[in-house]
Every structure is written in C-alpha cells, then in structure tokens.
C-alpha cells in the first residue's frame, strides 16, 4: 500500500542519513587519533633525543649516536610542520608553537655536545645529563597539554559517533512502531470492510433460504470485485427465479 511504501522510503532515507553521518564522524575520528599518534611519536623522539645525548660523552658508537638523534630530530622537525599545516584552532596553533620555542634552545645546546663528541673535546657527562633532563622537564608539560587538547578532539568526535548511532536508533524504533501501529490499524480497517457486507450478503441468502425474496441487493455490494460481489451477484440474478418458486408453491399448497 501506500503508507507501506512511504514507510519503506523513510526507513531507507533514515539508513543512508545514518550510513552519511557516521561515515563522516568515523573519518573525524580517525584523522583526531592519527594526529594524537603524531603527537605522541613526537613526545617519544623528544624522550629519545634526551636520552641519546645525556650518553654522547661516554659513547663509543659516537658516529652512530648522533646520526640517531639527527634521525629523531629531523622526524620530529617534520612532524610538528604536518601538525601545523593541518591545525585549524588557535589553541592548537600556540600549543604547537610552545612546543617548537622549548626545541630551538635545545635544540643549539644539542648541537653543542655533538660537536664535543665529535672533535673529542671533553664535556662534564654530569652537566650534559642534568641539562636533558632540565629540558626534558620543561619540554613535557608542554606535549601533555598538547596530548590532552587532541584527546579531548578525539573524544568528543567520538561521543558525536555514538549520539548519532542513538539518533538513528531512536528513529528506526519510533519508525518500527509507527509501522506496527499503521499495519494494525489498517488491518481492522480492511476487517470491517469486508466483515459487515459479507455478514449483510449471507444474510441475503438467508431469506432466501427463508422463502423472503423481497430484500433488495445494494448496489454497492453488486458492484465489488470481492468475495462479497461474488455472494451477491448470484443472489441479485437468482431472485426472480427463486420467487417465481415460491410464488407456484405457494399457490399449490392452497
């Protein structure tokens, strides 16, 4: 029917509403933690570089060492330039530049000690170990915030998901009892439509039985093309006949 139809175009509009808005919400959150992984790699690099250098004055792979933390740093250097390039809110933007004003001093006084471990010269490892982790200190409060700002984007994005996926739910249940409703409702509306009349043309054929071929057959009841039609049609055709009977046994039994 109709109303089936229109149930069926809304339940399908709902679905691909649905199948859109999660899809988008899906493709927000994986860009949110793929940016929180680039975060967290940068964190490590910086963990990695203090590390690395604090051991350059006893080292005796120096070659290999620095060639490690110029790796890191230059992974770091370009991640945090992706990170920019894609940041879109002010406070993204000045927690990147925070981060970058804590690496440039770190990064010179760095370069320093490379330069000592290459040429030889003697450097206190006590003071180069106390001078990471200085920067260390400095350098972590400031990725956390960073790490918290995108976690949070993660997170409501995600919380967006789910409300949606409810939405849609809500939707479809409110949809699946509407068609219960509708189904039900339509089902007695059919019931009654062929209920009474059939109930009216068997009644029909029941004064005729009864000898009482005076009632007249609607004419709406004639003209349906149901089994009402088909009970009636018969009885309309067969009462001149059947009173035409009754009329000869009637005069015979006088």
Known sequence: SGVTVLQLVVVAGLALWALDASDSAAKK???????????????????????RVSGLPTSRQVDRDVDKVLALRKEYVELIELLKAQATTTQGKDLLQRIEGIAA?????????IQAAETGRHVDPATVV??????????????????????AFLDTTQEEQRAAVSRVMTWLIAIALLAVASALFVSRLVARSIAAP????????????????????????????????????????????CASCWGRSAAGSR
């Open 29 to 51: 959150a994986a860009l949110y933690a793929h940016k929180l992984n680039l975060a967290e790699k940068i964190d490590a690099d910086f963990s990695e570089i203090a590390l």
């Open 105 to 113: 001093p770190w990064r010179d006084s760095n370069n320093q000690v």
């Open 198 to 241: 059939l109930e009216t043309a068997v009644g029909h054929l029941g004064s005729v039985a009864g000898g009482d071929v005076t009632r007249e057959v609607s004419s709406e009841y004639l003209a349906r093309q149901d089994e009402v039609g088909m009970l009636s049609r018969p009885r309309r055709l067969c009462q001149p006949a």
């Open 130 to 151: 106390a001078g990471s982790i200085a920067r260390l200190n400095e350098f972590k409060p400031a990725i956390s915030d960073y790490l918290k700002f995108r976690q």
